[in-house]
């Protein structure tokens, strides 16, 4: 069963760090190009950041640039979402998702290219 699972959300004042984590069983990551994704309360979907392949290419929404990372290690089959500087703002539902889509141009491929999808990690970023 190919299965995508997120780890490492949790409660943190701003100013604060949580490092997210996206592992995957039944497929292998590196034929994919993952995105990270979350969705607040009343909100749409955002997506945040997405990584290629084998990682030499990576993008983020301008809600996190500067403050997020994300990063892959094939070998363990995971993909990572560094946070650091977390905002009230940041507070949401974050979901990993895979697509065969790789990235060309200015953006993550398209939210409805992404075929995978976790069942979410609960961030929330209060004091």
């Known amino acids: 069963q190919l299965q995508l699972v997120e780890s490492g959300g949790g409660l943190v004042q701003p100013g604060g760090s949580l490092r997210l984590a996206c592992a995957a069983s039944g497929f292998t990551l590196d034929d994919y190009t993952i995105g990270w994704f979350r969705q607040a309360p009343g909100k749409e979907r955002e997506g945040v950041s997405c990584i290629s392949r084998i990682g030499l290419r990576t993008k983020y929404a301008d809600s996190v640039k500067d403050r997020v990372t994300i990063s892959r290690d094939n070998a363990k089959n995971t993909v990572y979402l560094q946070m650091n500087n977390l905002k009230p703002e940041d507070t949401a539902i974050y979901y990993c998702?895979?697509?065969?889509?790789?990235?060309?141009?200015?953006?993550?491929?398209?939210?409805?290219?992404?075929?995978?999808w976790g069942q979410g990690t609960q961030v929330t970023v209060s004091s």
């Open positions: 998702a895979a697509t065969r889509t790789g990235i060309s141009g200015p953006r993550c491929p398209e939210t409805i290219k992404y075929n995978y």
